[in-house]
């Protein structure tokens, strides 16, 4: 068969943009596709919600693909090792109550199951900004302000285009980048003890893997925070190579958006 480069240009244009214009309206957009945002993203997708991810990286999974100093393995305790398995993946019994997993294989898997439940992923595509708007005199996220990675690595001056959203799922990791902008641009008070971020602290696992699934909430309304995002908000501690509170909070954070989304 004859191969024309030109049908080939054509393809990658028409699905491109059909899919960047189906999401013009989204029930749910995940900002970071680390271990939080990606289950957070599946569960969504699954259950038929418009779900869309957006990820700055080249390549979806965050801070997973290379387990604790690069040796690439991860640790779930009983709690959260119920999500890899629905997920696929066989886990191995290190010691009573800690399991182990090749972080390679959690990734792609968790990334797999994201894309096949109906996520709409775009890498290479940074969230610089929130719309923000007062709906019944209420300030409310609807939407995020996106620009190209590479436009946003090289320092263009390009401007940003946009998507409209019923919710936000802030899932950035330790730096809650989308949050601070939030905060730093606008006169707002989060829903947190002071009103603003309350910032990380330093590692204690066992009670940062609790506190990822109780900080996992909207944080500002329709924004929910999940992930290492949500503890770094909410002022609590790092974990390291320990996941499975980064993938209950997606849970969480898809079950609670569901219902609101439900319920509307
Ligand atoms: O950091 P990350 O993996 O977030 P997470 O789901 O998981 C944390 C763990 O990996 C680990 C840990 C567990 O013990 O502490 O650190 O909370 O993934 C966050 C993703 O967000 C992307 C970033 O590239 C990464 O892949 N990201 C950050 N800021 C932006 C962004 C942005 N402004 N726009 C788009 N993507």
């Keep these: 068969m004859a191969i024309d480069e030109k049908i080939i240009t054509e393809a990658i ?14 029930d749910v957009a995940v900002v970071g596709a680390g271990p939080s945002g990606l289950t957070a993203a599946w ?21 997973m693909w290379g387990g ?4 690439n393995f991860i640790v779930v305790q009983d709690e959260g090792r119920q ?12 010691k009573p109550g800690y399991f182990t997993v090749d972080a390679v294989a959690a990734t792609t898997t968790l990334a797999s199951k994201a894309c096949l439940a109906g996520t709409r992923v775009f ?5 610089e900004d929130v719309v923000l708007r007062e709906v019944d005199g209420i300030k ?19 401007d940003p285009l946009v998507i409209g959203c019923r919710y936000v799922i802030e899932a950035t990791g330790h730096d809650t980048e989308v949050l601070k902008t939030l905060v730093r ?10 009103g603003g971020i309350e910032g990380e602290q330093s590692m204690w696992a066992e009670v940062a893997e609790a506190h990822t699934l109780s900080n996992t909430r909207e944080i500002f309304p329709g924004m929910f925070v999940a992930g290492m995002a949500a503890n770094a ?8 190579p320990i996941f499975g509170g980064m993938l209950l909070s997606g849970v969480k954070a898809a079950e609670e958006i569901a219902a609101r989304l439900r319920g509307r």
């Excluded at 999500?83 to 993946?89: F, N």
């Excluded at 409310?140 to 390009?158: K, Y």
């Excluded at 641009?185 to 002071?194: A, C, G, I, P, Q």
């Design 13 to 26: 244009i028409s699905e491109y943009y059909a899919k960047f214009k189906s999401c013009l309206d989204l």
């Design 43 to 63: 569960k969504l997708a699954e259950q038929g919600f418009k779900v869309a991810m957006f990820e700055r990286k080249l390549s979806i999974g965050g801070g």
């Design 68 to 71: 604790g100093m690069t040796w």
């Design 83 to 94: 999500v890899l398995e629905d997920a696929g993946l066989t886990l191995k019994l290190f």
């Design 123 to 127: 890498n290479c595509m940074s969230v």
């Design 140 to 158: 409310r996220v609807t939407g995020l302000v996106i620009n190209s990675s590479p436009v946003e690595i090289a320092g263009l001056h390009v």
């Design 185 to 194: 641009k606008n006169d707002v008070r989060l829903n947190t003890t002071t």
């Design 233 to 240: 908000s909410y002022g609590s501690y790092r974990m390291g």
